[in-house]
């Protein structure tokens, strides 16, 4: 058999080369149609993405004039009256919840053998804060300064200062006391005071 090839012109494998055109031209296809499908949904999901955000535009103006139509509605007399009964009635609530009995335990606990408790009238300030008038008489001033300092000492009372002093005939001398109680300040090692400050 005689496999030499005796023609003029080289003769090429047209089949393979067409084979390749045909991969490669399947290639740039199917490429092409997946890139057509993602720039599709990519404009679909940009798409909803644009209403969603018109939407939400229209329901935060939606909101806006909702805001506004309730503030226009609110009467500022009222309001502020609504505002001064809640405080009344907080003031209330902290009256009711005031203990006389652990006002008078720390008292029993801090004065001095030589001072005498006539008066105590508490107040709640309008910030909430509960001051104390104390009408007391010392047998010296020293006895008085003590009194103050044991006080002090416990944590519970602020700022007690002698607002008015005077001297009786018998020399003792009698003074009316202000400062701030907060009990619920108190840490439990600060609210035991020791006996030994009573002599």
Sequence with gaps: MLRTNLSTRPFYNERLVRLAIALLAALVIVFTVFDAGRV????STNSDAAHRI?????GAEELRADAARVRAQIDRRELQAVAS???EANLLIDRRTFSWTELFNRFEATLPAD???TAVHPHVERDGTMSLSISVVARKAEDLDRFIENLEGT???RNVLSRQEATKEDGTLESVLDGQYAPAAVTPAASGTPEARRD
């Design 85 to 87: 009964a809640a405080r």
């Design 54 to 58: 018109d939407a939400a535009g229209r």
């Design 155 to 157: 944590g519970a009372f």
């Design 40 to 43: 599709i949904v990519l404009s």
């Design 115 to 117: 001072v005498r408790i």
